[in-house]
């Protein structure tokens, strides 16, 4: 596979998970009784273990790469714990919209942030287009949804809102961190299957007591049950299966920022199946974002390739697991 074409499958990958991952919103409409702890407890919690129950043999294969790289697998799985608890309290606080855009709409940036500290990767200027045009949709979009349900059922408390922003900015880093975690894993040899596997299943781990303390409300009705098994199950199961896919083709900071389609499709569904309304602003965010994804996922020109793959040297050689193959020397093309 080419570059071209890993960089493609990487980013389709990132996308299909983007989708999954915007039906969290509605589905979570349906188990109005159940709180933001226990809702991101189920859902990255017993996905995340279902995650290393299916990876268990690459585990233990890969195991000894593993442990040579135990600290990033722990920074990665604190993050993987952290996020979904920022994250929901983020949306209970400030709102859906509020909480998602910020939560989603400062990852790029903290991704970016991470590797610059991190790798000294430098950011090239399609990734900086594109990051701009997603983030300038998502405040669109955030703008428009907030303004629609204030009109609608009026503004809550300052004090909440600025506390939700503030969750929905550390929602945004630990995402960043984890999916840095998971990629600087894969570059340096481990599995996809199992780099998300060790990662996402000691972040489960670490969310069980937070489940077993607010988790009674899913037991309550068939309807709750539901709710929570379609959340492990398939945003979080197998949007990061997807997501790890992803991973092995391109940097963190390009997931993160095609990860911005989230909400858009947050947007669109609620107004699909819950039934609100998106006024023109909306749409138009909606639109830049669509630019942002265009912008990250067109092949880029045959002089743009020539001149990374020489500043790049050699092609390092790439080890193959199932549908992606992962490039040992890290180096993944925007």
């Not at 405040?139 to 809550?156: I, P, R």
């Amino acid at each position: 596979m080419t570059r071209a074409a890993g960089q493609l499958t990487g980013s389709v990958c990132v996308l299909l998970a983007s989708v999954l991952w915007g039906t969290t919103g509605t589905a979570a409409t349906f188990a109005p009784d159940v709180g933001p702890l226990a809702i991101g407890a189920v859902a990255m919690g017993i996905g995340g273990l279902l995650q290393a129950l299916v990876a268990a043999p690459r585990i233990r294969r890969e195991a000894p790469g593993l442990r040579a790289q135990r600290r990033i697998v722990l920074l990665g799985a604190l993050a993987v714990g952290a996020y979904p608890l920022a994250f929901y309290s983020s949306m209970h606080l400030a709102g859906v919209a509020t909480g998602t855009v910020v939560s989603i709409g400062s990852a790029p940036l903290a991704s970016a942030l991470v590797e610059r500290t991190a790798d000294g990767r430098r950011l090239t200027r399609r990734w900086a287009a594109g990051a701009a045009l997603g983030v300038a949709g998502t405040v669109l979009l955030c703008a428009a949804e907030a303004a629609h349900s204030s009109s609608d059922t009026g503004t809550g408390s300052a004090g909440a809102t600025v506390l939700g922003v503030g969750l929905g900015l550390v929602a945004g880093f630990t995402y960043a961190l984890y999916s840095w975690a998971a990629h600087r894993l894969i570059t340096r040899g481990v599995g996809s299957a199992a780099a998300m596997g060790a990662v996402f299943g000691i972040g489960g781990l670490l969310l069980m007591p937070v489940l077993l303390a607010t988790g009674a409300p899913l037991l309550d009705s068939w309807s709750d049950a539901a709710v929570g098994t379609y959340m492990a199950l398939v945003p979080m199961f197998l949007g990061y299966v997807l997501f790890g896919w992803g991973l092995a083709h391109v940097p963190a900071s390009t997931a993160t920022t095609l990860s911005l389609l989230e909400p858009v499709v947050a947007a669109v569904l609620a107004v699909l199946v819950v039934g609100e309304g998106l006024p023109l602003l909306g749409w138009a965010g909606v639109a830049l974002v669509v630019g942002c994804l265009a912008v990250l996922t067109a092949p880029a020109g045959a002089g743009t390739r020539r001149g990374r793959n020489m500043a790049r040297g050699p092609s390092a050689p790439v080890r193959e697991e199932g549908p992606q193959r992962v490039s040992k020397a890290g180096r993944s093309v925007r």
